[in-house]
């Protein structure tokens, strides 16, 4: 969520993996090592384990699992059960949580910034969900398809905590992990999907950098800082067909984009899967207007 993709990698191995197919779950506790851990302490069904924040990645790849198997219809992240493992308590004050293409692996945080990464289901989700990315239209990590990319786990990732929290697009606050923020950040968040570029402003992170719309677009830019423009599409998308309606019309967008994919690509396809999907009852008649209105907001179309 916070380093590039590249360093993200880095800390990549081969692991022990439980039976394959079925969706399950395997936790590891690294023990503030900077090496992964081969040793599972709760696999699927196990009892709760002493570990907090091992327990409560458990409970958030469970619930990103279910999302994506009751609300989009894909059988965990490869749509073929691959088996969900996450490593807690990765190094030292690490700030960081990521998908390293094979797992999950979350820091415990500084304590200044931020606080353990598995605190906020959101960051789970969104993390999980570049694996859907990777097996799905496989978005190349840079300018417009990074941006793309970004968003599409920062938008799943909402969906995820909302699926888990019984809200919608009109109770859920849209925020991407505000519950991961140091106790001295509280009322701060990563991202704001609603108004990009407000979810922080303090003497420590400074003030957040996200794009809103394309007059605010960097060339090339950053694709946490280019995601904004495409969280404000799907915001908008959500508040008027629903959030699980438009989650179901984004996976389907997602299935359909290519790995140089660029906005108006994204746009394009988005309102095409729009008119498919109302025609056969998914989402409301008016989805495709409303994608297009959506795009046009931010000044892609």
């Not at 079925?22 to 851990?37: A, E, H, M």
């Not at 923020?181 to 003030?207: C, F, H, Q």
């Not at 999907?277 to 008016?286: N, S, T």
Request: overall charge negative.
């Amino acid at each position: 969520m916070i380093h590039s993709h590249e360093e993200q990698l880095s800390c990549r191995k081969i692991l022990v993996r439980s039976e394959a197919g079925k969706g399950d779950r395997l936790i590891f506790d690294d023990g503030n090592q900077w090496q992964l851990s081969t040793t599972p302490i709760r696999g699927e069904d196990d009892p709760p384990t002493s570990l907090k924040n091992a327990n409560l990645a458990y409970d958030g790849l469970g619930a990103t699992r279910d999302f994506y198997r009751d609300v989009l219809g894909r059988d965990s992240l490869d749509n073929a059960g691959l088996t969900l493992q996450a490593q807690v308590n990765f190094g030292t004050q690490f700030d960081n949580a990521f998908w390293d293409g094979t797992e999950m692996v979350f820091g415990n945080g500084d304590d200044t910034i931020f606080k353990d990464f598995t605190g906020d289901v959101d960051v789970i989700g969104h993390e999980l969900s570049h694996g859907v990315t990777q097996f799905t239209a496989g978005l190349l990590y840079t300018d417009q398809p990074g941006a793309l990319n970004e968003a599409t786990s920062d938008i799943f990732g909402a969906c995820v905590e909302q699926f888990k929290d019984n809200l919608n697009a009109g109770t859920f606050n849209w925020l991407i992990g505000e519950d991961v923020m140091a106790d001295g950040l509280y009322g701060e968040a990563i991202r704001s999907m609603k108004n990009p570029g407000t979810a922080y402003d303090d003497p420590v992170l400074g003030k957040d950098p996200q794009a809103a719309n394309m007059a605010q677009y960097v060339p090339g830019g950053d694709p946490h800082i280019n995601s904004g423009i495409i969280n404000r599409v799907f915001y908008l998308i959500a508040t008027d067909l629903g959030t699980f309606p438009a989650a179901k019309l984004w996976y389907a967008t997602l299935q359909k984009l290519w790995p140089t994919a660029d906005f108006a690509a994204a746009a394009d396809v988005c309102a095409q899967m729009a008119r498919i999907l109302a025609r056969d009852d998914v989402i409301e008649r008016q989805g495709a207007q409303t994608v297009r209105a959506a795009f046009h907001d931010v000044g892609i179309i």
